[in-house]
């Protein structure tokens, strides 16, 4: 369980944050949060898919790392398998909100139970009672993230509105054992893009939403590439 | 003379029955597209929406995705709650001080319909434990647990467990006239009705306002409440009381907040048998709906009053209770010439079961489904439907009279009166003396829009110990094993309900701020 403080220069001032590049983190977790600036980064590696967030029942894009809950096929001591990372990952354990969304003022809040925010070792979060530079330049990258997070929102209201999302149950048979369901995860519908009219297509463009569309696409390629990954 | 094509439809009165009815209309007949049936609503800027019933049933469901509302917008803006169903409390035998008796009627049996096999006879020689309510249905617990019907991930108008709404009815009609307005291409007009003008066939012409002049149509509906300008007062159909035998003619509401803001929200109905009625308490999700129906033959408004502070306590202390007549039965035709009647000009029972809105979804879509868009048609239609919901007001009478008549209490004149054989129907005392002796049947209710169904009845008769002796005819209900695998398996998904499903409370305020998903 998460438990997120908001960053604080009188609290936190002996506060440090080290930097995790294997993302420990995420060893046990089968679907990591993706933004749909990074789409066409992601799609050579990892299947691009939707979830419905369970607190929420609001849809996320992620990336599937596991076929199984509990397995992440790109985690590995030696270090991160893949040739792009999530900007969620690299930004662990900060993350930018808004308390109050009209005056658009961030805040970066931290998640106290990891274990890279501690008194002992890693880089200064304050100095003299303000942020250092290397905070600044995390807290920007938090910032960043919080940004995109809107713009995949948008594109996700775009496909639900053209109605392209559907429910698709992967069934899985690993070799020597039994085929199960993995269920909860939506797709785009190839065969409904295709029946979209010209006016629905053009909302598609004007909306810069047709290189991310055919990200998720091409990244249906890697389902393939990560069923092989856990048979190795 | 009519027109041969009938083009427009005017409907008088807003309100639920106005709202609802104008939607459903203009969503099935294309409303706004080229060719097809203008829609107007003419609502009085003066006449106050009764907005009492508060109830509705799992069909509604199925009528706002019709229409195309957005479900949690619904929700959030209507105050509106899950209903799953009714706890009826101590309308079984005469309560002794102190003490609490209830059962429930839950809105679905769950995949356990009675249609498939009928539990009720393994029940009735004891092959479960628990009472029928709660052995037959995994939804019976849910309620007394306060769960959901479904989870915040759980699709839009889809359920895990069957739904209705509570909501607040003055919200909900201002919500189905902005819908009905900006989505769905319907004209509204704001005025009084003075006048009813007749063609000299009888055909009702044109209806003449304060506020636009005289407004010519070519069908009108009559969603005027129970004061039925149209249909009953200009065409003169004449009303069909039914006080000889449902004796509730007058209730008393009020509006109870609640202790703390994140108090429990009932997701039922709770519906407590007192001494000349009965009261409602209906959870929204920011107040409770109480009130008091009672028959003003056997107790005066005051002692009323008194019975429904007392039901309340203490939180009634400084809130005012509004009273309302209510004029139970229905018009002797629903349809004449070139007019129906839709809601209280229509029919009226009484709260109880939550008929009333069903009822106006169920006369509009057959409106809409049928509409005579060619005027020769219309005496074929009109027949087919004043045939059709005599009979489906018909059966919800004896259903709503089931309640009363096989309950034990006798402790005022009020219960000795609904139990005596003279206020019950013939229809419904045939099927008692049939059920004495035979559980209820698939056969029994072989009508297509029959309202209440085979699973409805087995709770309310076996809910309120009806005794069905089937000692006789015990070979015919021998497979007493795949009963107890259907209890085991009922036990088995409410296990698995209880572990899934959030309070009904964090379901709301989450449906609240973030609406429900799509798909």
Redesign the interface.
């Known amino acids: 369980m998460t438990q997120r403080i908001a960053l604080d220069s009188q609290q936190h001032q002996h506060y440090k944050l080290q930097e995790d590049k294997l993302f420990s983190h995420t060893k046990l977790a089968h679907i990591l949060p993706l933004e749909v600036n990074e789409f066409a980064a992601a799609a050579a590696y990892f299947p691009i898919v939707f979830v419905k967030d369970s607190n929420t029942g609001q849809f996320r894009a992620c990336v599937m790392t596991g076929i199984k809950p509990g397995q992440n096929l790109y985690w590995h001591q030696a270090g991160w398998q893949a040739g792009y990372t999530p900007q969620a990952l690299r930004n662990y354990p900060l993350l930018a909100v808004q308390p109050d969304t009209t005056s658009g003022d961030y805040v970066i809040v931290v998640d106290t139970q990891s274990s890279l925010f501690n008194p002992q070792s890693g880089h200064s979060l304050f100095a003299a009672g303000q942020a250092t530079e290397y905070l600044q330049q995390r807290a920007g990258a938090a910032i960043a993230q919080a940004k995109s997070v809107l713009l995949t929102q948008q594109f996700i209201q775009l496909l639900l509105e053209l109605e392209l999302l559907v429910a698709r149950t992967l069934t899985l048979t690993p070799q020597g054992a039994e085929a199960y369901d993995l269920t909860g995860l939506y797709l785009i519908d190839e065969q409904r893009l295709a029946e979209l009219t010209d006016q629905q297509w053009l909302s598609l463009r004007q909306n810069n939403s047709l290189l991310a569309v055919h990200a998720v696409l091409m990244s249906m390629n890697q389902v393939s590439a990560l069923i092989q990954r856990s048979v190795l | 003379m009519l027109k041969s094509t009938l083009d427009e439809i005017v409907i008088v009165g807003g309100g639920t029955a106005g709202w609802l009815t104008a939607a459903i209309l203009a969503k099935k007949l294309n409303a706004g597209k080229p060719g097809s049936v203008q829609i107007t609503v003419i609502e009085s800027p003066d006449i106050a929406i009764l907005g009492v019933g508060e109830g509705t049933w799992p069909t509604m469901r199925t009528t706002l995705q019709t229409v195309g509302v957005d479900e949690g917008e619904f929700m959030r803006e209507c105050d509106a709650t899950f209903k799953q169903g009714a706890e009826f409390v101590n309308w079984q035998h005469t309560p002794v001080p102190g003490e609490k008796h209830s059962y429930f009627h839950p809105l679905s049996a769950v995949f356990h319909s009675s249609y498939d096999f009928n539990l009720a006879p393994y029940w009735l020689q004891g092959a479960s434990d628990l009472p029928y309510d709660l052995a037959v249905a995994s939804q019976s617990r849910i309620c007394q647990l306060g769960l959901a019907p479904k989870?915040?991930?759980?699709a839009a108008y889809s359920a895990l467990q069957n739904y209705a709404y509570h909501f607040n009815a003055l919200k909900f009609a201002a919500f189905m006239k902005k819908h009905c307005t900006e989505k769905l291409s319907v004209r509204f007009i704001s005025g009084n009705v003075q006048q009813v003008s007749l063609h000299p066939c009888g055909a009702i012409a044109s209806v003449s306002t304060d506020s636009a002049g005289e407004i010519k149509a070519d069908f009108f509906v009559d969603c005027t409440g129970s004061k039925a300008l149209l249909l009953g007062e200009a065409l003169g159909v004449p009303w069909h009381g039914i006080n000889d035998i449902i004796f509730n003619d007058t209730a008393l509401a009020m509006q109870v907040p609640y202790p703390a803001p994140d108090w429990p929200i009932a997701t039922h109905t709770i519906a407590t048998a007192h001494e000349a009625g009965w009261t409602w308490d209906i959870g929204l999700h920011n107040r409770r709906g109480v009130g008091y129906v009672y028959s003003s033959s056997h107790s005066t408004d005051e002692r009323a009053e008194q019975i429904l502070r007392q039901h309340i306590g203490v939180q009634s202390e400084g809130l005012e209770a509004r009273k309302i007549k209510l004029n139970l039965g229905y018009r002797q035709q629903f349809w004449r010439k070139n007019c129906v009647a839709i809601g209280m000009s229509a029919a009226f029972i009484e709260p109880l079961e939550a008929s009333a809105i069903f009822l106006i979804e169920a006369a509009a879509n057959m409106l809409a489904d049928q509409f005579p868009r060619s005027s020769a048609s219309l005496e074929f239609v009109e027949k087919k439907f004043n045939d059709t919901f005599k009979l489906r007001w018909d059966k919800s009478i004896d259903f709503i009279k089931l309640h009363y008549c096989i309950s034990q209490r006798r402790d005022t004149e009020y219960w000795v009166d609904n139990c005596t054989d003279s206020s019950i129907p013939q229809s419904l005392q045939q099927r008692l003396a049939h059920w004495r002796l035979h559980p209820p049947g698939k056969y029994d209710f072989d009508y297509a829009f029959e309202p209440f169904v085979l699973d409805s009845y087995l709770f309310v008769l076996y809910g309120m110990k009806f005794n069905t002796d089937i000692s006789h005819n015990l070979s015919s209900y021998s497979d007493i094993q795949s009963a107890h695998q259907l209890f085991a398996e009922i036990d088995r998904t409410t296990a698995i309900l209880q572990q899934q499903l959030p309070t009904h409370r964090e379901l709301l305020d989450?449906v609240y701020?973030?609406?429900?998903?799509?798909?």
């Open positions: 989870k915040i991930t759980t989450k701020q973030y609406g429900m998903p799509k798909l």
